[in-house]
């Protein structure tokens, strides 16, 4: 029986790390080992699971060095299975996630499988943004578009995969990711051209509160994925050749503008109302759609909530071929 190597970075997640265990030791497929990497956390979690240690299954590491990048790189270097996942300290666990992410893996051709999310809470109802986000990473598996939408949202959960430990090594494993993290790993998948298949089932329990990383840290907040996926997008499928347009002068519109300037990458930013900026933005002109030089290709960086079917009939014939990346 194929051994799965688990690995937890926690901080301060006394709290909610019973329920996380519970739920591992909890789980039908039985042969793995859980590597609980301490990132210098304030409070006592072990304390908390200290009647489940006796478990020889659990190893309990202290991080090389500070943030959950080192905290994951130490767990992967003290890993023995054959497969790795990924498991966050205060979230749960369904009994058969581990048993049927083997299966998928050992049947298939693919490299990476990941499943459905639920968010919970203990505190209160999940708030908008939140449901909003689970339904979209659902579509994503319905669709089995991971990589088509990689640029508008991390579009795997953080904890919800699971691959063969030899092809997270060849892909660099966690070293030298960029926060936040789970986006780079997913982007350092697309550019070795991993293949993702996606289970139409529940495989994780994401729990919301008020400390979560995602809300309390920085590294996190938008203008960090912004600053990330700009930078894979002119690494990775810019096209110097092609004009490149920015479509959109809200939030997201000018956080990918300033972006830009600030890699000295020539694009034309596009508003709907031109006439609203007549000196522009950070110093940087605005055009109409009327004002577009026609083209029979352009890249469209897409910072609206335009669907794309609309955004190429307001393009057309302007630009009868474009490729809209939506941010």
Same mark, same amino acid.
């Given at each position: 029986? =194929? ?21 591992? *030791? ?25 009647? *489940?240690?006796?478990? %020889? ?7 090389? #060095? ?15 299975? +054959?497969?790795?996942? &990924?498991? @966050?300290?205060? @979230?749960?666990? %369904? ?6 992410? *083997? ?6 051709? +693919? ?13 209160? =109802? ?7 986000? +689970?339904?979209?990473?659902?579509? &994503? ?17 953080? $904890?919800?995969?699971?691959? &063969? ?6 892909? #660099? ?6 926060? %936040? ?19 139409? *089932? ?28 700009? @930078? ?7 096209? %110097? ?46 055009? $109409? ?22 955004? &190429? ?15």
């Amino acid at each position: 029986m =194929s051994r799965i190597s688990i690995l937890t970075p926690y901080r301060n997640a006394e709290k909610f790390i019973r329920k996380t265990a519970e739920s591992v *030791l909890g789980q039908t497929h039985t042969n793995w080992e859980w590597i609980l990497v301490n990132d210098h956390s304030c409070e006592n979690e072990v304390e908390a699971i200290a009647d *489940l240690l006796d478990d %020889p299954r659990i190893m309990l590491l202290e991080s090389k #060095g500070k943030g959950i990048v080192d905290a994951l790189c130490t767990g992967m270097a003290h890993a023995g299975g +054959e497969y790795i996942t &990924r498991m @966050d300290a205060d @979230d749960v666990m %369904p009994d058969f996630k581990l048993e049927v992410f *083997l299966k998928s893996l050992q049947t298939s051709e +693919e490299h990476i499988v990941t499943g459905k999310v639920s968010y919970f809470s203990e505190g209160g =109802s999940i708030s908008a943004g939140y449901q909003g986000y +689970e339904n979209w990473l659902n579509e &994503r598996v319905d669709k089995q578009d991971f990589y088509g939408k990689i640029y508008r949202e991390c579009s795997l959960a953080s $904890g919800n995969w699971m691959m &063969r430990k030899a092809d997270l090594e060849k892909c #660099g494993g966690f070293n030298c990711l960029h926060y %936040p993290e789970d986006y780079d790993l997913l982007f350092r998948w697309y550019e070795a051209g991993f293949s993702i298949k996606g289970l139409d *089932l529940v495989t994780h329990l994401w729990r919301d509160h008020e400390l979560r990383t995602s809300k309390t840290s920085a590294d996190y907040q938008q203008k960090a994925f912004f600053e990330l996926k700009v @930078d894979r997008f002119v690494q990775r499928d810019w096209d %110097p050749k092609q004009q490149l347009i920015v479509n959109g002068t809200g939030q997201k519109g000018r956080l990918t503008a300033r972006l830009l300037i600030k890699k000295q990458v020539p694009f034309v930013w596009v508003s709907h109302e031109p006439e609203k900026f007549p000196d522009g933005i950070f110093g940087h002109p605005l055009v $109409g759609l009327n004002s577009l030089p026609v083209c029979g290709e352009a890249q469209i960086l897409n910072t609206t909530l335009i669907s794309e079917e609309q955004l &190429r009939r307001l393009y057309f014939p302007v630009i009868p071929n474009p490729y809209f990346y939506n941010l």
